[in-house]
């Protein structure tokens, strides 16, 4: 059954979650798509799809309860979108998983880096496979993945994130040279610093608090990336006219300083 009868352009957010995912989701909405939002939890689904579609009418979004390490899961919900929505225009590969707190490569289990490679990597080697076929029929479509600093760096106390992000770069960069010159426009977005959530941002957001750091407080978009911008980036990506595609882009906030971990 179609759930996108005006035939809307499709965007797949994989890993929608309230920071960037869901600020994607609403500024593709917002341009006339129609989103599918991919994750694990059924009630924050639930909460997104029904505020986007309260703010951009009903129809607007589905969601499909995805967990992406396991492929079954992966190919089942985007056979669903299809059926559903219709093919994929736009993948946005989203999901990411790290500790908060570092943890050295002796005392990482193999529990944890098989499992947090899996998000990082895996998921969007089989969400690229389910939509490149359509794309490559359509002779046109984006795909554009989510790095982090730990794409280009391996920091200290991240073994289990840094492997899955350098590998999502290097994907990246293969599906680019198999298929570019078919039509699909790849990029690689390098998030090089914390975003305002309420994980990494959040951290460093309460931390202000507590010291009452009130001149960063209210300058906050100097000091953490705000999804909303951040989701300009990708519509700016997407939207890149075909003689000028840009392949990979690093951003950070204005007091951020450049690749610090280093
Ligand atoms: N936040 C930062 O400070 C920051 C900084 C640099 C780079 N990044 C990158 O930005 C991306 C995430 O953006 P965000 O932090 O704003 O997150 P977000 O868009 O708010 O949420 C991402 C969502 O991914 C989903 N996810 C995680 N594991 C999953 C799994 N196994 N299967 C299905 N879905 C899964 C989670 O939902 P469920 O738990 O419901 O599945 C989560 O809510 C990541 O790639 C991250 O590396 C973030």
Not at 39 to 61: F, H, P, V, W
Not at 214 to 220: A, C, E, K
Not at 221 to 250: F, G, V
Request: proline share 3%.
């Amino acid at each position: 059954m179609s759930y996108n009868p005006q035939k809307k352009p499709v965007i797949a957010v994989v890993g929608a979650g309230p920071g960037i995912g869901e600020a994607v989701a609403r500024r593709f909405t917002a341009e006339g798509f129609v989103v599918g939002l991919l994750a694990r939890t059924e009630d924050k689904l639930q909460t997104m799809a029904n505020g986007i579609d309260a703010d951009y009418g009903k129809g607007s979004s589905r969601y499909y309860i995805t967990d992406l390490r396991v492929e079954n899961d992966v190919l089942s919900s985007f056979k669903k979108i299809r059926e559903e929505l219709g093919q994929v225009d736009v993948l946005v590969y989203n999901a990411g998983a790290r500790r908060v707190n570092g943890r050295s490569v002796l005392d990482t289990t193999t529990e944890e880096f098989e499992g947090f490679t899996k998000i990082n990597l895996f998921g969007a080697f089989w969400s690229t496979k389910c939509v490149l076929p359509d794309m490559l029929a359509a002779g046109r479509g984006t795909i554009i993945y989510t790095g982090a600093t730990g794409s280009l760096r391996g920091v200290a106390g991240l073994s289990s994130f840094s492997p899955g992000k350098f590998g999502l770069r290097s994907l990246s960069q293969v599906v680019t040279r198999e298929y570019q010159n078919k039509g699909i426009h790849v990029a690689h977005l390098i998030i090089d610093g914390p975003v305002d959530g309420k994980l990494i941002g959040g951290v460093r957001r309460r931390q202000w608090q507590r010291e009452g750091a009130t001149d960063i407080l209210n300058d906050i978009e100097a000091h953490i990336m705000q999804p909303a911008d951040l989701a300009k980036i990708y519509w700016y990506l997407h939207t890149q006219p075909r003689s000028t595609w840009t392949h990979e882009l690093d951003v950070r906030s204005q007091k951020e300083s450049m690749f610090s971990k280093l």
